[in-house]
């Protein structure tokens, strides 16, 4: 499968923003702006949106019977338990989620979530078919610094493979670029996209590979979208600030074509 073939993916991670009526109003914004530009063929992406876990039931709502999708923005490794304040894979899937973010950088240094939980942590999706890891890697500045991003790279994403993930996409979500408004430019994007389908090709082997959708993720704007997107081995993005205006998120899903 070449690059050509891979549908662009588009996702909207809210992370701890908007109340329920913003959440309702932002969906059908989406649904008119996506159904404009679906008609007129400016559109064939997928498109998911990550709300936090309060909003998941209006998001879903205001979302069934559209090709929009929705995940949940993080998951516990158990199905069921003495887990204050988290969520099961089989809970997201009952809410209505198809996706789940898994080691979010945020996840990783807020809450110090080691290369091997989030393997459990995309085991855990993986054992509902219904619901697919989006799974995020990425290198500090510190580490970029220091020439460690392809060793950073690959541990991560073998931790995140351990367990055998099914179908999954991927996010490279350089650290040093994330809401700091800085934008890895699209070579040195490029160059990580090509490391980790590289690495995939030789864990999963070539076909899937080709196949995985892999995300970048780290202050995407509707100005530098469509030159992101222009390289081989970018399939699209993970969205953060831009996605919480529907109308820029709008833009940056016609830049994928």
Same mark, same amino acid.
């Given at each position: ?9 588009? &996702? &909207?991670?809210?992370?701890?923003? !908007? !109340? ?5 109003? %932002?969906?059908?914004d ?24 309060p !909003? ?6 205001? @979302? ?6 929705? $995940? ?8 069921? $338990? ?6 099961? =894979? ?21 809450? $110090? ?12 999706? =993986?054992?509902?078919r219904? @619901?697919?890891?989006?799974i995020?890697?990425? /290198? ?12 950073? !790279?690959?541990?991560?994403?073998? =931790? ?11 996010? %490279? /979500? ?16 490029q ?11 030789? /864990? ?11 995300? %970048?993720? $780290? ?39």
């Open positions: 499968m070449s690059a050509e073939r891979r549908r662009p993916l588009i &996702a &909207a991670n809210w992370k701890m923003n !908007l !109340l329920k009526a913003d959440a309702a109003e %932002y969906c059908r989406l649904r008119r702006g996506l159904a404009a530009a679906t008609a007129t063929g400016e559109v064939d992406a997928r498109v998911v949106i990550f709300p936090s876990f !909003l998941i039931p209006v998001v879903a709502r205001e @979302l069934v019977d559209s090709e929009v999708e929705v $995940g949940g923005q993080d998951l516990h490794p158990e199905e069921r $338990g003495a887990h204050t304040g988290d969520v099961s =894979a089989s809970q997201l899937a009952d809410a209505g989620c198809t996706w789940v973010l898994c080691g979010h950088s945020e996840r990783r240094q807020n809450h $110090g979530e080691s290369d091997e939980w989030v393997g459990l942590k995309v085991a855990a999706a =993986a054992r509902h219904q @619901l697919s890891p989006l995020c890697v990425g /290198e500090t500045r510190a580490e970029r610094q220091e020439g460690r991003t392809f060793e950073v !790279l690959a541990r991560q994403l073998l =931790a995140a493979l351990a367990g055998g993930p099914g179908p999954f996409a991927l996010a %490279y /979500e350089p650290v040093w670029a994330i809401g700091t408004g800085e934008t890895a430019t699209p070579e040195i994007a160059e990580a996209h090509r490391f980790l389908r590289q690495r995939i090709t030789e /864990e999963l082997g070539e076909v899937t590979a080709a196949a995985v959708p892999i995300l %970048y993720g $780290g202050s995407v704007t509707p100005d530098n979208a469509a030159s992101l997107i222009a390289q081989p081995d970018i399939d699209g993005f993970l969205v953060g600030g831009a996605s919480l205006d529907p109308q820029k998120f709008l833009a940056i899903i016609r830049c994928s074509g």
